[in-house]
């Protein structure tokens, strides 16, 4: 509780930290904010070329929203975990990358990984908005179901914000770490049903039945992936506008939960030595 106390009294430094990174990462460019729509849609343009119209991968319509373009689909997914890996990436070096300022200046650290969480979060709501516009113009009925976007959002940041604060310290002490992250984030996408279907994974997991005997399925083990059931959310509020299953809530939220607080231990136990071991 005392943490927390401490992290709310740096809430001015975390703010200053947070636009610092906003206002820097786009300073001079002609584009400004919209550079943070080039990295999602040149991703989306070239995943809708090889899985829609190469593989030719066909996910079901919105429903009850009848929606049916593949692109704005894959959006609803991918722009999550664009934000996710972000987090994940640029969190993880965030005490690494200001090793001089810990070591010469006091203050709680913890703000480091959370300023990160915050820029990516700014850029996150730019891209979001423009998403709901495109939804709108093709026909969707997103503007109910915005607040529970809004929730969505809030668990998807502090399931990447626990996972940043644990791999930041895991990175001071471990510098391979870094290099670990781009690979996993790489396998946990294609896990993650964001340029696919997951009834794909569901009826292919039907075809090979119990693995090694067992009663366990493949489909079993696909749907322990937190993040399946948080691009659920997006996906069925957003493309398909409806109450996404509960099911999904409750995985999202206990994923939430349990990062968010494993993150805050874990950077507590080892703030105060940070100094020494940069």
């Known amino acids: 509780m005392n943490y927390l106390k401490e992290i709310f009294g740096a809430r001015e430094l975390l703010t200053n930290l947070t636009m610092r990174e906003v206002r820097g990462k786009y300073k001079r460019t002609v584009l400004g904010q919209l550079w943070s729509l080039v990295n999602p849609l040149a991703l989306m ?3 809708t070329f090889v899985f829609k119209f190469v593989i030719k991968v066909q996910p079901d319509a919105g429903s009850p929203s009848g929606l049916n373009v593949f692109a704005i689909w894959l959006l609803c997914g991918l722009l999550p975990w664009t934000f996710l890996a972000t987090v994940i990436n640029q969190g ?14 006091s203050f709680t650290r913890i703000v480091l990984p959370l300023a990160v969480v915050g820029s990516a979060g700014y850029n996150w709501m730019f891209e979001m908005g423009v998403l709901v516009i495109a939804l709108t113009v093709v026909g969707g009925f997103v503007i ?6 809004l929730v969505a959002m809030v ?3 502090l399931f990447a914000a626990g996972l ?24 946990w996408m294609y896990l993650t049903p964001i340029i696919y279907p997951a009834t794909l994974v569901d009826t292919k997991s039907v075809e090979l039945g119990g693995l090694a005997g067992t009663r366990i ?13 948080i ?9 398909d506008n409806r109450m996404p299953d ?33």
């Open 155 to 157: 668990l998807l940041a």
């Open 217 to 229: 399925t493949v489909a079993d083990i696909f749907h322990l992936n937190p993040m399946e059931h």
């Open 164 to 187: 940043a604060l644990m791999l930041s310290i895991a990175n001071v002490h471990f510098r391979d770490t870094q290099y670990f992250i781009s690979i996993a984030l790489q396998m």
């Open 92 to 105: 993880a070096g965030s005490l690494v990358e200001n090793a001089n300022l810990i070591q010469k200046v």
């Open 246 to 278: 509960l099911s999904d809530w409750v995985w999202s939220f206990s994923a939430a939960a349990v990062s968010i607080v494993l993150g805050l231990i874990v950077f507590q136990r080892h703030a105060r030595g940070l100094a020494e071991a940069l």
């Open 231 to 239: 691009v659920n959310l997006f996906r069925t509020l957003l493309y």
């Open 144 to 149: 109910p179901w915005i607040p529970l976007v």
């Open 45 to 47: 343009l070239i995943y």
